[in-house]
Structure formats: C-alpha cells, structure tokens
C-alpha cells in the first residue's frame, strides 16, 4: 500500500475498505493516498497516480463544481459537500471535501445508482407523458368514480369532444352509446386488480353517424400500499381495419357464394397436392362429400388413371405441373374419375397460387364435358351426314345470302336452275331474280318468316331457269347466319310430281265426265221405268226402281265430289255470287235433309238476319254436308241443332250432334283430303272422305272460316264463319 | 198433246243417253231427230226447224258451245229454244250463251220432261 500520507496504517485500512472513495491531495494537487475504492473510479493503477497532479491526469475535472469547492475548501479551510455528475466517470458521487493545512481529504460516495433511477424515472414519465400525448392512440385514466382524470389529445378526438370536457365526466356522458361497457370494464379492473386487454366494441361518438369500433386496453395503477387507486386504459379507433375486415369477410363470403354457386368445379389444392377446398359442383361432379376430401390428395382422387385405364403419374399432370413447373395448364382431352370407379371427360385449368414469390399451392376449374362432347359427336354425324346430302345431289342443296346471290350450291341446285358452277362463281345465279313476279309477294313472306323464326317449312314455287322455261320446286330454307344473314335452302325439283298431279286431275276430270253420261242414262231409264211400271200398277217393281234410283243419287254424289276436288285442285271452283239472306239457305238445306233423316228432329235456334254475297248452291252443299255428317255420326241421338248467331260483321253458323265425336288428334285432319275417321263406331259409314274438305275450301273462298268442337263420345258441333255482306 | 207433234233435236255425244233421252221423249209423244254434228245441223236447218233443241255441253271441252253459238248467231235460229245438258250447272256459260235451259247431269226425269214441255209450248 503506497504511504505518502500522514494516516496511519490503521486508519489506512479502514479506509482501503470502506465501500466510498477516498483519496487525499497536498496542496500542490498531487495524489497524496487513494484507496482501493478509488483506484476503481479512476480505472488506473494506484502506483500510476500517486504522486501525480490529478487535474492534469484528468483535465475534465477541472470543469467540475467540486473542483471550485476543492479550491473553496483550500481556501478557506471549511468542509465542502456536493452531489454531482462526473462525466469523465460517468458517475454521481456526494463529494465530501475535508481541507486540512498541507492535504485535503476526499469523499466520493457512489451515488450514481440512485441517481441514475431517479434520472430514469423523470426521463421514462416525460417519455410517457410524450408518448401519451403524441401516441396514435387514446389514452385514458380513470378515477376511483369512474369519472376521466386524464386524457389524451387522440382519445379526444376519437370521442370528437375536447380534451378539458372530459375531466370529471364519466363515460356515460361523453360516448352514451359505450358508456355503460366502458365503466363496466373500469370499474372490473379497479375491483379484480387485473388488466383487461384487447376488447372491441362498438358504438357511435357524438356527432359520428357511421357506427364505429374500438379497441381498448385497460390496466390497473397501483398505490405504494398496493390498492389500485386509478384505471388507465389505452383506446385505439379501429373502424378503419374493422370496416376493412368486415368488407373482406363480406367478399369472403360473397367469393365463397360464388364458389358454390358457379356450375364450374372448383378445388384448391396445397403444395402437396392436398384438397384445401371444392365447391358443390366440383364435389358433385366428383360425387363426393366436403368432408371426403379435404386433406386428402386430389391427383389419387380424381386423376390417378387415363381413360384407357392406365395409371397416369402425377410427375406427367399438368395440373401437378403448376405446382413444381409453376405453370398454368389448361386441357380439354383428359378425364376425371368419380368416386363410384367412373370417369367423364373434362376440361380444366389449373393455375399456381403464388404468395411472396413462392407457390403455396394451384386452383383447378374444371368442368365436365360429357354433353358437349355428345354434342360435338352429333355435330359431326350431322355434318357427315349434311355432306353426304349435299353430294349426292338427290336434293338441290344452296347457301345463299340475303340479297339472293347463291354463294354456295350442289350440282343439283344449279341442275334445277340450269345454271353452270362457272355461273354461279362469277355471282350470276340469284334465287330472287329466279323467281317468277306471281311469286315474289309469297317469297317475300316467306323471307320475312325465316328470319323471324330461323326456318321455314317447305313450300311450294316456281323458279325461272337460265334458259327462261320454268321449273316447279318445293323449297324449305333455314338461316345459318344471322349476322351475315345467309341462309340455306333445299330445293325439290317436282316438275314429275307436278305432270302426274296434273295427270291425275284430269283423269279424275275425265273420268267424272264420263262417268255423268251413263249415270245420268241409268237414271233416265230407272225413272222412266218407274213411271210406266206405276201405271201398270206394279208397285213392287216401282219399289225397287225407287231404290235404285237413291243409289244412283248416292254415286252421282261421289261423282260430283270428286269433281269439285278436281276443280280446287285445279284452281277451278268458281263461285256464282249472288246476295241473299243466309237464314233462306240454313232453313232450305234443314228442309231437305229432314226428308230423308226422319229419326233426327233438327232443331233451328237463332237467326242470322243478314245478307250475304255468296255461292248460295256451295253454301247450301256445305250445310247439307255438315247436316247430314250430324245425322250420320250420331245413330243413337234424336236431335241435332242447327244455331246461327251474329257478331260483328260475322254471321257462325254451328252444327251440333250428339253422336260419337271426333278424338281431339283428329279434329283438324278430318279437313284433310281423303280423310276418314276410321274407328269401332264410324265403321259402315262410307264415303270419300271429301265432304269436309270441299266444305273447307268453300267457306275459305268465302274469306270464312270452319272448325270443330268435340268431346269423343259427346258429338261435336261444326263451326263456320261468313262476313256479312256490305 | 194436241195438234201436231213438236219436234226435238237432239245433239248429245253420248249414244246411251241419246238412246234413253230418245225413248223417253217418244213415249212422250215428241218427234226426235238426231243431230251428230254442227254440220249435219247447219244442213238440217236448211229445211226446217225444231221447236226445241237439246244439247250436251262439256266441261272440258268445246264441241256444244260453238255449236250453240253459231245458232244464236243467225236471225232465223237464233229464236230455237235450246236446253242444254251439262255435267255442270254452269249458270254463267248458260246466260252468256242465252240459253233457255240448263240441266245438270243427271237430272230428274220428271223434271227434265216439264221444262221440255214449257220450253215446245213457248215455241209456238
């Protein structure tokens, strides 16, 4: 121990083991003793500083108040006392000087612990009341009666009320519609002692409209005797995120809707290949549950084998690609398996999910495409099938655009019209130049039909060929473009069918005529016959005359009906138009047909009043026909009534039997040419099947109309229309 | 029948019913003559004329028309009552070509045998 000093040895002990610093100068500022303690603060071997002038060892010191009270203590020779900061040491010490008459005496006791936490301690409460008054976050504290001691600039803005306006206010006051939830939280964490944090609720400040949200925190302050004598809590306004999170569970579960409600398959898969979600329609595809699935590896479910039944590895999958090759694939040849050991085509498109730069995993769309693949496969049949019709020319197939110009046609269709395929390349063949002017008005109704409905039944035409002759064609056409409004026809030539139609009409024609001749001489002869017998008195023989006579009536009937075929056919049914009342013919055709139908009473309501300008003989031939139907198809019924009514313009007259009726599939055919309700019960009631039809076309050359109404084995009644003349 | 018997001509191209109408017309006390063609009535007619003349008019064709307009043409036949038989009711042909009568095929023996007697006894 260095000895430059006066102290004894003992006191020198004591003094190297006290827990202060201790050194003596001589009045020439040299060390004179320092202690162990102060060996430390000085961070330097004793033996270097003994005998050294300290200030000049450490200059800073200089600067310190303890070195103008060390000069002070010299000076006047009284004890000095000081706590200061020593920044050469970056210490506190309570400086004690003792100034004797050649040495003065140091203490330096270390207070820089103490001074450090309280140092701290200012330093942490001005940081705190910075943070809380600068913080992005309310800050609240509140009183033992719950009323706010302090708050801070965010919190009075998120409550939209001044800062001042709060101190002695209670919750209830400032937010009223969180009020009561506030005070609660306060009031549990002044009785539990324990912090609450994290809790959101909702309310509307002052003058807010918009709901918004907070989230709060609140913690117990402490008294020294532990009691917790104020609540603080930290507020923060979440609204923003909230909303934000709120949009986005919102678009969660409208993409989730969307998901389940695309008839599209949807499933995620992970970087495994794990199902980490599928909508229905892809587990209904699949035939599969949610629950089946989800975790479980979606190329051993779905994709394990080709069609041909050979395993497909998952190395080859395009869909496995997006996850290793981090490539998107879409593929339309492939199939998917069902859970039940099927498969079905599909096509699908798998795409990575990339997050961060890194692939989490691929969404695969699928969807299954068995009915397209039907249809594809029947589009095809149908086009080989088109084609073969096309090329065998037994029908005249073209495609032709709106204005008439034939772009594309068989060798048939321009065989039909005589033109050369050369023709028809340099745009010379025209469907609508062909055709001759007394068929325009129907083309163009045709035309306007097509492009309404897209097709058109066949009708019947002529077309004026290259060379000018003419040429019968039935045509059916239908739109195949829209757009570029084409459309395709085909085109019968019927100029056989017509000559035989032809042929056939003037057979019946002929044959009708000469028919007339040796009926008319049978008729001639039966009646003579009949008149010379009755004045034999023979009545017998003038019986059977009379017999013969109604069956020559009977063929002369068929004979005049096929006539009258004969004649619409050939456009040649002539009407003699006269004006006269209708009721005149109703009664007259009633008169005659009550001769011979003496089971049947008709019974005549309603009377039409009017005048018509019509054939009065055709009229009546239509009445007695649909009477004597009604007497014919009813031989069970007593009665048919005969109903003529008035309505606007329009006289109906209406036959209504009791008999067996018509079914209702062939309510419309008994129109037809030739047609007979061929049943059980109208068997054994012959004719042509042509006394509806004439009837039918009658009417219509009278611009009426005619129709039935019938209930099967109710009878039917007979319709017909007939404008009011004038 | 009083007085002298009226005279039909008769030109229909249909032998049985030329037959028929023949025999009927004389059990009905008529004197008939047959008329094959338009000719062989411009010859008849030369000499004398019918109180009735009935003849057969087709649909389809022309035969009875020209003949019927010929003999309305000329002054001293156009006054021949004529009736014509027809397969057709053909009012319009019948009234264009002022004929007295028109009978559809086949018609009614009675009735045939009442418009014959009006039409001879407005001959006279």
Known sequence: MPRYSKLDKQTATVLERISDSFLVLDNKDLVVFLNK??????????????????????????????????QKAQKTGKAQQIEEYFPTFNLWFRVSIYPSSDETSIYLHNLSKHKRSEKEREETLKLLNAIIDTAPIGFVLYDKKLTY??????????????????????????????????QKNVKKVFTSGKQITSIEFSGKS????????????????????????????????????????????????????????????????????NCTFINQAAADMIGVSYKQVIGKNMHRIVHHSTSKREPYPAEKCPIIHALTKNEGARVADEVFWKKDGSFFPVEYSSYPIIE?????????????????????????????????LFNANIIGVSIENAEGKVLEANDAFLNILGYTRQDMHEGLVNWKEATPPEYKRLTEKMLKRLIEKGINESYEKEYI???????????GNAVLDHKKKEGISFVLDITDQKEAEKRKDEFIGMASHELKNPITTIKAYAQFLQRYLQDYGDQDAVDYLSKMDKQIDR???????????????????????KMFNLDEVVEDA???????????????LGKSRAMVEADRDRLSQVMINLLTNAIKYSPQSKKVIVKTTRKNGTITVAVQDFGIGIPKNRQKKIFERFYRINNQQSRGLSNLGLGLYIAREIIKLHKGKIWVESVEGKGATFYFTLPVAG | MNGTRKSIWISIDDEGLTQAIQTILAQEDFNIKIVEDENHLQTELKTTKPDLLLLDIH??????????????????????????LSEELDRKVCSRLEVDECLAKPFDIELFLRKVNDLTQSSN
């Open chain 1, 555 to 577: 063929l002369t009937g068929l004979i005049t009906e096929l006539l009258d075929v004969t004649k619409i056919n050939t456009g040649k049914l002539q009407l003699y138009k």
């Open chain 1, 37 to 70: 303690q102060a060996e430390k603060v000085f961070t330097t071997p004793r033996n270097n500083l003994i005998g050294k002038n300290i200030f000049s060892l450490y200059p800073g010191l200089k600067k310190t108040k303890t070195y103008s009270l060390y």
């Open chain 1, 149 to 182: 001691r302090r708050v801070n600039k965010w919190l009075s803005e998120i409550n939209n009320v001044p800062i001042n306006k709060h101190i002695g206010k209670k919750p209830v006051e400032i937010v009223p519609s969180a009020g009561s939830k506030i």
């Open chain 2, 59 to 84: 649909f389809f064709e022309n035969n009875g028309v020209c003949m019927l307009k010929e003999l309305k043409k000329n002054r001293p036949t156009s006054d021949i009552p004529v009736m014509v």
């Open chain 1, 590 to 604: 009633i008169e005659n047909v009550r001769i011979t139908a003496k089971k049947h009473r008709i019974i005549k």
């Open chain 1, 356 to 388: 961060d730069g890194k692939t989490v995993g691929a969404v695969v769309t699928f969807n299954d495409i068995t009915k397209r693949k039907e249809y594809e496969e029947a589009l095809r049949v149908s086009e080989t099938r088109f084609k073969a």
């Open chain 1, 206 to 273: 002052n003058s807010n409209e918009d709901a918004r949200y907070w989230q709060s925190s609140y913690f117990p302050i402490f008294s020294s005797q532990k009691e917790v004598m104020a609540v603080g809590a930290f507020v923060r306004d979440v609204t923003q995120r909230k909303k934000a999170e709120i949009q986005l569970k919102k678009r969660e579960q409208e993409f989730r809707q969307l998901l389940q409600s695309t008839d599209q398959g949807i499933y995620g898969i992970d970087r495994k290949g």
């Open chain 1, 465 to 475: 060929r290259k060379d000018g002759t003419r040429i019968p064609v039935v045509v």
